[in-house]
């Protein structure tokens, strides 16, 4: 079956532009995970969705990054007046959502900003 | 703060030379702990999940473990293609579904 699809895969940007990164989780997984993961780093908890809602937004680095999720499926991960220090890999995840459950990730969007 | 500490940070051993990498952790209520698989320009790819001390899981060549305090990847036997990132994550029983990732041990296998 699909796995969890990200896009874009890569994206180059300018210093200031804003950018949207997607994720199109497994069909019926309630759960959507946003990380980000640089060079030589864990993967850091940007934020958790449950359905269409954020209980947890505890990990978003500042007020220029933002998420939703519509329909309790598809997520966007948009970051405005990028910076340098944004340049990274942003992995989104999935799950069914109960407690335990694994997650399964996409491969990511490579973001680097010039 | 939940923490999780892998190591070593990276590992290069012959083909068949068994080893095993270690994740420490320390949790507010361990609700459970993951082990992934990340090969270079890939997400991770979910491997095991143990939910209390004494648990043991196995997949092939990997085995793991896991105490009150740290969990063990086993690799035995390994091959060429056992060559990639291992992280360790951990859930801890808090209300969220919250994974805290150590930051991995890089697996090299030399034929």
């Known amino acids: 079956g699909a796995g969890v699809s990200q896009s874009p895969s890569n994206k180059v940007t300018e210093k200031g532009k804003d950018v949207e990164l997607r994720c199109d989780p497994i069909s019926g997984h309630t759960a959507l995970y946003w990380y980000r993961q640089s060079l030589g780093q864990g993967l850091e908890f940007l934020i958790y969705f449950q359905g269409n809602s954020a209980p947890d937004k505890s990990g978003l680095p500042s007020d220029r990054f933002s998420a939703e999720r519509t329909g309790g499926s598809v997520s966007t991960l948009t970051i405005q007046r990028t910076q340098q220090e944004d340049s990274a890999v942003y992995l989104c995840a999935s799950s069914l959502g109960g407690s335990n459950q694994p997650q399964h990730f996409g491969d990511g969007t490579r973001l680097s900003i010039l | 703060e939940d923490q999780v500490t892998q190591s070593p940070e990276a590992l290069r051993l012959q083909e068949g030379e068994s080893s095993s990498l270690n994740c420490s952790y320390t949790?507010?209520?361990?609700?459970?702990l993951f082990w992934y698989r990340q090969d270079p320009g890939k997400g991770p790819e979910f491997l095991f999940t143990l939910y209390s001390a004494g648990e043991e899981k196995e997949k092939e060549r990997l085995k793991a473990t896991l105490t009150k305090k740290e969990s063990f990847l086993h690799i035995t036997a390994p091959k060429p293609e056992d060559s990639a990132t291992y992280l360790c994550a951990v859930l801890n029983s808090g209300g969220y579904q919250k994974v805290t990732f150590g930051t991995g041990t890089k697996l090299q296998v030399i034929p």
């Open positions: 949790v507010s209520g361990l609700r459970g």
